[in-house]
């Protein structure tokens, strides 16, 4: 009898998990403005993405240049080196005015190829198959990072949004959170400063969601990849809440990621840290064998080199200031602008000028070749189909400042 290879043809299994991630941010603005013709004679100003135009210190390159090339034939350890994991525990001593070994380098930082992977894989370690006799929480923020949605679905957790509007101070509500709530959770995302709000949490709001951490056991991942991008007074962390909590392990379920993409403008380079409680940093290292490859020996080199110089962070906080100024002599009065506490992005209100976020975006795309993205491509919609992004645009001021103004010109003008 021969065998019809055709008639047995099965799809391969997949997770059913799958099924439940929405569509990107990026691939739904290409698709929205798939059939809209920019305007023309106009240099495109692309908006939409955290990604940085201006160039990293020399710093970076010299130290890749003198890397020697047998390092690159090497595979890096998980753990990275001691002189990165000191070179980060320092950094956090000194923004973060820590005692002298309040951050132990060896058991409480861990390098990561960019905060994105750990951020979307921590929930592998920390989520359990049920909690408090049913289906494990992760809070999240909403508006939110793309990836804490797909790493909480992905694990199993249900996925819980706490909105960030501006009633709430664009930082999520924790009186909104039910007990019963509280108690399934296994662990909550915070960013701040926040993306794309701009909103920073105070010391006490910091406090207070690493007590309920302790109280509810879940961990306190603290999102912090914008906090040195401040315009006027420096964010407080999670770092500064341990420290005032104290206790016999002041980092006890706690987890700060940083990174040098906007630190830095080194995107490119995929390079940042985890630090926090010993416990989970010795869970999430055995993890990390398992999956995920260490960082290049020259680029942990480059790193603790960055780590170490504050002065380039400087020059590159006095940039984004110089673009938000740019922006405000343009915007203030118009779109619900605010300045934001720290970041680059605006979160500009279209209510009264566009019937949503999306008709703004192929609006500024079709008659002023600028590139935003929808406000509902960051926010999750509630029940009753009310999505609080809805009404909003990011914009993203990562172009020189002369670059800002001649486009929030033309954004303005077309938003008018």
Same mark, same amino acid.
């Given at each position: 009898?021969?065998f019809?290879?055709?008639s047995? *043809?099965?799809?391969p ?6 099924s ?10 290409a698709?929205l403005l798939?059939d809209v013709?920019?305007?023309a ?14 160039n990293?210190p020399?710093l970076l390159t010299?130290?890749?240049a003198?890397?020697?090339?047998a390092a ?6 998980t753990?990275g080196?001691? %002189?990165?994991?000191a070179?980060?525990?320092?950094? *956090? ?6 005692p002298?070994?309040?951050?132990p380098?060896?058991?409480?930082v861990?390098?990561v ?6 951020l979307y894989?921590?929930p592998q ?9 049913g ?7 909403n508006?939110f990072y ?7 679905l ?9 909105d960030?509007?501006k009633?709430?101070g664009?930082?999520?509500d924790?009186?909104s959170?039910p007990?019963?709530?509280?108690e #399934?959770t296994?662990?909550f995302?915070?960013c701040?400063?926040?993306? +794309?709000?701009?909103a920073v949490?105070?010391? %006490? ?6 007590t309920l951490?302790r ?15 401040w315009?006027?007074v ?6 500064d809440?341990?420290?005032e909590l ?5 980092l ?5 990621f ?16 985890m630090?926090?409680? +010993? ?9 990390r ?16 080199a ?10 590159n ?6 673009n938000?100024?740019a922006a405000?002599?343009? *915007? ?10 720290a ?5 500009l ?8 976020g %999306? ?7 079709? %008659?002023?070749a600028i590139?935003?993205l ?14 609080p ?5 990011r914009?993203a ?8 103004? #001649?486009?929030m010109?033309?954004?303005a003008?077309?938003?008018?």
């Amino acid at each position: 009898m021969m065998f019809d290879a055709a008639s047995s *043809l099965q799809a391969p299994s997949r997770n059913e998990m799958m099924s439940a991630l929405p569509e990107y941010p990026f691939p739904r603005l290409a698709a929205l403005l798939s059939d809209v013709t920019p305007l023309a004679n106009v240099a495109p100003s692309i908006l939409t993405i955290g990604e940085p135009q201006n160039n990293p210190p020399s710093l970076l390159t010299d130290m890749l240049a003198a890397s020697a090339p047998a390092a690159w034939a090497k595979y890096p350890p998980t753990a990275g080196t001691p %002189e990165f994991r000191a070179a980060a525990a320092a950094w *956090l001593t000194r923004r973060f005015n820590l005692p002298h070994g309040f951050v132990p380098a060896d058991k409480a930082v861990l390098p990561v190829c960019g905060t994105r992977e750990a951020l979307y894989q921590l929930p592998q370690l920390v989520v359990p198959k049920t909690k408090a006799g049913g289906r494990p929480v992760v809070l999240i923020p909403n508006p939110f990072y793309a990836v804490y949605l797909g790493a909480a679905l992905m694990a199993g957790a249900e996925p819980v949004m706490l909105d960030g509007t501006k009633e709430t101070g664009f930082l999520p509500d924790l009186d909104s959170v039910p007990e019963d709530i509280w108690e #399934r959770t296994s662990l909550f995302y915070l960013c701040t400063p926040a993306n +794309p709000q701009g909103a920073v949490a105070s010391l %006490e709001y910091l406090k207070r969601a690493l007590t309920l951490a302790r109280r509810h056991g879940f961990t306190l991942v603290m999102d912090e990849c914008y906090g040195e991008l401040w315009h006027n007074v420096a964010p407080a962390g999670g770092m500064d809440a341990a420290r005032e909590l104290g206790g016999e392990n002041p980092l006890a379920n706690l987890m700060c990621f940083h990174s040098l993409s906007k630190r830095s403008s080194a995107a490119g380079l995929r390079s940042g840290f985890m630090a926090g409680d +010993p416990a989970l940093i010795a869970g999430f290292t055995r993890l990390r064998a398992y999956s995920l490859a260490g960082m290049p020996l020259p680029v942990l080199a480059a790193s603790a080199a960055l780590w170490s110089d504050d002065a380039h962070v400087a020059i590159n906080r006095a940039y984004y200031r110089a673009n938000v100024d740019a922006a405000e002599a343009i *915007l203030e009065g118009k779109l619900g602008y605010y300045r934001p506490d720290a970041g680059f992005f605006l979160w500009l209100d279209v209510t009264g000028v566009a019937a949503n976020g %999306e008709e703004a975006t192929k609006r500024l795309w079709r %008659e002023g070749a600028i590139k935003v993205l929808p406000g509902a491509y960051l926010t999750q919609p509630h029940g009753d189909g009310y999505n609080p992004g809805d009404r909003y645009i990011r914009v993203a001021l990562v172009h020189d400042a002369d670059n800002v103004a #001649r486009s929030m010109e033309r954004l303005a003008r077309i938003l008018s």
